[in-house]
């Protein structure tokens, strides 16, 4: 069991930010506060709402450019940069 845990974790994105944000941005659902200031600084429209259970979805993950704005206005820390772009994506 305890091999299976180790191989998961080698394969899966770390935190599972990367499968719910974009290549260069995690996304941590449970933080958002659903102030929309990520919508509004997004030059791409990436992202979403979610009124419901407020919060941001991503919504257009490929049209994310890596520009960090959505991450400057973030005042909760639910978005945030990635360590470095996923595989393949790199300049």
Known sequence: MVMVIERLKSVLPPAGRRARGTDYVGLDRHACDACWECLEACPNDVFG???????????ARDACSGCLACVEVCRTGAL???????AGDAP
């Open 80 to 86: 945030t940069e990635l360590d470095e772009p996923a």
């Open 49 to 59: 709402k979610v009124g419901l259970h407020r919060h941001v979805v991503v919504r």
